[in-house]
Each structure stands twice: as C-alpha cells, then as structure tokens.
C-alpha cells in the first residue's frame, strides 16, 4: 500500500480505536502522533516523500520548488485547498489528488505526503481551515499595495541570465530586510517589496512592469546613491518600476520600451556585489535629478514566467528559483 494511503488508512482506524491504533501508527512509521490523530492539530510531519524529501513549493502545483523537506519534518499547515496540481499521478476515490497545504510562511506542499488527516469526497482534511481561494494571500503590509493582476508583470531578467541557465534565485535582501525599508514614506523611495536576484555581470535586464516609459535612466542622485546606475519606468496608471546597480543602461529618458526591451546590463554600482535590485511602486515622484520618493511600495503579484513552466508566479517568497 502506498505511503499516504497506509497514512489515511491509520489515522480514519485511529479516531475510532483509540490507543490500539495509534500503536500501529507507531510500528508504521508513519509519525503521527495522538494529539494530531485525535485535536487535528496545526503541526503535521513530512511521510512517504523520496530520497530528496517533499518539495516546498511557490504555487499549488509542481515546478516551483523552493527547497525539500526530509521525511519526518514538522510543518505547520494553516489552510488546504482542493484544486492544486497533480503530482506523481495520486490518485484518490477514483480521482486525481489535487489537495495542497499551504505553510504559515505561505508556501505549499503536496497533501499526500503529509500525515494530515484524510481528505474527504470534497477533497478537504476534517479539521484543518480551507485556503478559500489558492492564490489568497495575506494582506499587504500596512501603506503598502498590490501590483494589479491585469498589469503584466515579467520576472526582469532572460534566457541569458547566469550564462544561459535562464533563472535566478531570490538570494538577498527580502521585504523589509536591509535596504528594502518603506511601504508609504513620503520622503524616501519606498522599497519595503524590493527583491534582490542573484545574477552575473553583464546579464541583460528587462523591466519587470513591461511596456511603458522611460521616466530616467543615469546614476541616482543624492540620496538615492546606493543605487547606483539605474533605471526607472512609467507602466501607466501610476504604477512604475525601478531597476538598479546596473553596470550599463542601454535605454534613455522619455524612451517607449515594450516588454522585451534591455534596459541595461547587471552590475553592482551603488557599492555592492553584482546582482539586481528591483523594485515596484504606485504614485511615486520624481526630482529633477532623478531621485524618486513618496507613493507606496508594490508587492509584486502574478509575475509572468516565460521559459521554464507555462503559468506564473502568484508571488516571490524568499530563496526562491526564479525563471525566465
């Protein structure tokens, strides 16, 4: 009998049998403990995953890995839907099985390899809360917005980046870390959903808002000099991007770019490593130099990836593969 399937098996023996049941949970191995079998407690155990471990995922579905979890980890799972992705072919009640857990960090793992009680025909554990909807996240910080999802919204960088391998991984600073301070402040450049990729270089870069206007391409102006070369587009409806440390800019103020335009090469001016910073506004200004202040910090939402799986991101947690 496959993993989960022993682990629906036991636990369903488990609320009607009591202590002998849970006893053959134990010689199982299957690591449920009584607490969970009897109160369906937040804190389910990893079971039943490969020599890898169960992967933690962006999205509901396979393909958006952001690390594996060994067999026996404790997770705390604060919602389930039922209409993820398949994965491994599981199948239950003669259907595919489409459950997924999403983690109090707002990452997913596949239901099947958790010792969550077992789903039931609507595809739901008794006792655990439902997501409502799978791209449901929580509010934005507070002076903080969403990027609108009718907006396209690309991952900034191409094929090209990291000698052709085509993705990067969100390896820096993460929302209200370093630098990345400010949802609505009214003088500074409000950077609280910025995010660091790890990039060579020279990799090329695009904007992440797509079409629009080049409101200023040149070095930061005082105050803004940490980053360095970079360059800032007008999206329309006040929702602009921002892109910095670049080593060239190969755009110019007042230019139109579509959403395949290079707008400049990774770098790491402004006094850091190589890699890009980019980040997302609404309602923003801009001084006469170039120095952008005011507005609200965006968080980006529904980022579009072109190369690797069809789909996109419903948003970009920390460490995360992120594709072209």
Known sequence: MEAKGLAMSIITLARTCGVVALAVLAAAGVGVNPAQAATHRATYRVTGADSRGLAVQSEPRAGHVIRYVANGTALNVVCQINDGGQVDGKAHRGRPFTTWDRLSDGTWVYDWYMTTPTVGADGYSSGIKRCGTKSALPSPASGCVDWPASKFLQTPLTRAANSGAGYAWQNGSYYDEGFHKGCGSATTMNQHYALDLGMKLGDPVLAPGGAGTVKYAGWAPKGWQTCGQYVVVDHGGGWWSVVCHLERIAVRT???????????????????????????????????????????????????????????????????????
């Not at 490593?273 to 506004?281: C, D, R, V, W």
């Not at 120095?291 to 799986?309: D, E, F, K």
Request: net charge positive; proline share 3%.
């Open 254 to 324: 007042g230019q139109r770019i579509t959403k395949n335009t290079i707008v400049g090469t990774v770098g790491g001016t402004g006094g850091f490593a190589p890699h890009l910073h980019f980040s997302l506004m609404r309602n923003a200004k801009i001084t006469s130099d170039g120095g952008v202040y005011g507005g609200q910090s965006a968080r980006p939402r529904h980022v579009h990836h072109l190369g690797c799986i069809a789909g996109h991101y419903d948003h970009i947690v920390k460490g995360q593969k992120i594709c072209y």
